[in-house]
């Protein structure tokens, strides 16, 4: 068997999978414990030829999938997996770089070089920044956070890379109430806490109340990170950067922004009065995996002060010297060594699309978005939950309903959904009450993609509506 005959048959699966999307439902087949009971074998004791092995992993796995490439696909906050990035990803796994500094791998080093001055101009940050590719958002903002930790502390005479947190002044963490989840885990990860935090009061959008954080950085003495969003999970609005980021650095405050999907309205001139004053900040976190589409797993971690960056992150001890002046180690700026060359993809993605066309992606998703409020706003009995600013839309089942009912009637329908298969969309709880929330994120999601999302919606909410009435 060759390496000819093995990969193009991976590449055929691929495209086969890729291909047949259309006709097969937007969920799993299988749930996990099928998955477990069709993977699970004794381990094996003797070789078997790599293209049996294959079209095991292929038949064994495939049923187990979620279409999360798919056009209809509003689950979670889920890219696409664009065709070019997919491919420059095989590549990537075939070439097998080490890329974890210039001289294991200059082309490596080099793409994320590259990538990242044209991450930067997409997102409207400025230039001398330094970029880290890591697994994504969340690793993004442990990576932003340390060196926000470490810049800090620094600046009250802690050296914390050096002799850790015990002893070290106390640093106030502000942070908006409906941030997202793993900004807290970050927090834990590095021994801030993820309740050690002040938590600021948001409105109905899960912004941050403005005149709240004034309040709380009035307060403040001493280290201070505040930690800003654009784009809340449940409703993709984005903090009043432009009010807040000086508030926050009148007080010396760094500021770091979880801008996982949001940040990417930079990229949008239609879009980008959204996070207008974002550039202010000191440190932002954002996915590749998301709007620019690139396959899992890519996220970047974007430091104003490229000093404090890679002292937080560097492998080789903080005294000991960097590289030479313009040359990257990428693990210089991640917390990993040995890892995957994601400058490739990210590198291939831009190239395609060109500024206009990742612009094209976020306006064309923000557009359905907005499209498909509007249809199922006119539908009697559902209520749109959020003014859709972005991509992310709440909706609300039996609106006109006892709020448990309409909570009964919304899971109800989501199951419907999720089993009808002509698109994903999950669940939520929004403000103590239950919601499905449409995520769009995807390459492929235009009007008509929206509209067939739309009828599906409507057809399973009717359904359910007219059942719930019977059982009544
Ligand atoms: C997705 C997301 C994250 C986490 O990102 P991962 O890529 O899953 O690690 C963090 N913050 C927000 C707002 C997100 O949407």
Known sequence: MGTKELFSIAADHAVRFRDTADSRPHRPL?????????????LPEQSSPMVDVLDELVTTAEPGLHLMTGARFFGWVIGGSHPMGVAADFLTSAWGQNAGNHTASPSAAAAETVGARWLLQLLGLPAGCSVGFVTGATVANFT???AARGEVLLRSGWDVDANGLFGA???TVLIGDDAHTTVFSALQFLGLGHDRVVRIPTDDLGCIVPVAFEQAVADVS???IAILQAGQINTGACDDFGNLIPIAKSKGAWVHVDGAFGLWAQASARRRHLTAGVEQADSWATDGHKWLQTPYDCGYAIVRDELAHRRAMTISASYLPFAS???RDPSHYVPELSRRARGFATWAMIRHLGRSGVEAVVDGACDAATGMALALAGEPGIAIGNDVLLNQVIVRFGADLPPEQADELTKRTIGALQREGALFAGAATWRGRQVMRLSVTNYQTNAAEAAKAVDAI????RAERRDARVTA
Do not use: N
């Open 144 to 146: 932003c956070l340390a």
């Open 458 to 461: 409507l057809r399973a909410y």
């Open 325 to 327: 002046e313009g040359e």
């Open 169 to 171: 002044p106390q640093i």
């Open 222 to 224: 001493g280290p201070c």
């Open 30 to 42: 299988r749930d996990y414990a099928t998955a477990v009971e069709a993977f699970a074998a004794p």
